[in-house]
Every structure is written in C-alpha cells, then in structure tokens.
C-alpha cells in the first residue's frame, strides 16, 4: 500500500495467491489480479520493467523459493523481492528489499540495470531445471560426496 501511495505514477500489479488483498483500502494505482495461468502472466510481463515477489517477512517466506522469481528471470525481467532470499546462483539477479523506501531504490535501481544483465539472466535460467538439479545431484552421488547440506540446497 505504501509503495502505491509514493509513487503513485507506477502501476503494480500483484499476482498470485496470497492471503486477503485488501483491494477496498489500496491506491487506485495497485491491482491485484489473483491467481492466472503462465500464459497470461507473460502476457501481463510483457509490458513490465520490473517483476516483483512481494512476500510478507517470517513464516512461509523464510523457506520460500518461489516460482515467479525464475519465471520473471526467464522472462528477462530484473525481480525485485520482500521477505525471501534470492535462488542460490542468483543473488545478482533479484534484489531483496526491506521497508517501503528500499523497496522503491531497489525498483529504480533494477529497471536501469535491466539491460547489463541479460545475458546473465538468460544463463541462470538454464540451469534453473529439474533435469540440471538431479544432474548435478547424481554426479554428486556418484563421486561419493556426503555433503547433505550442499545436496538439499539444489532442491530449495
């Protein structure tokens, strides 16, 4: 809500399941569209500068590792997110941001460097699947190596 009311000049658009939105006490600039299907939210991200993961800190977001914020990758938009950790391998690629005006630094800050980090982007993203995971999972395994922490941290 506070992000809405700052800069009221940017639409934001927040997608997903979530608990309640509270629409009636939102800014006319902040839309919250629910639940939709991939291939909508491209069709949404293709006008976008910025996607963002806004969770609320604790609880399910200390072990999140949400979808949206490789989905954006793959989608080439920088990602800007609230109460989660960046994926391991992408701590360059999403900006984590805490309080109303960080959020907004971060935002900015993403949108100009959205371009210098393309290529980096389109390189994370292929090594972001289950076949890479259980790939490097199995060699793991086969070269004998027991690091269990190392090995649950390719399934986060």
């Not at 941001?97 to 935002?107: K, L, M, P, T, W």
Request: hydrophobic share 40%.
């Amino acid at each position: 809500k506070d992000v809405g009311e700052i800069k009221s000049d940017w639409n934001i658009y927040i997608i997903g399941y979530g608990d309640h939105f509270p629409s009636e006490d939102m800014p006319d600039n902040v839309f919250f569209l629910g639940k939709i299907s991939r291939s909508m939210l491209s069709a949404y991200a293709t006008n976008w500068d910025v996607g963002i993961v806004p969770f609320k800190q604790g609880g399910v977001a200390n072990n999140a590792d949400p979808i949206k914020v490789y989905e954006y990758l793959a989608m080439d938009l920088p990602v800007v997110g609230t109460g989660i950790q960046p994926p391991i391998g992408g701590d360059r690629l999403v900006r984590i941001a805490n309080g109303s005006n960080e959020f907004i630094r971060q935002v900015i800050s993403a949108k100009k460097e959205s371009t210098s980090l393309h290529v980096e982007r389109q390189q994370f993203v292929k090594t972001c699947t289950w076949d890479k995971r259980l790939s490097m999972l199995l060699k793991m395994i086969d070269r004998g190596e027991q690091r269990i922490t190392e090995k649950l941290s390719l399934f986060k």
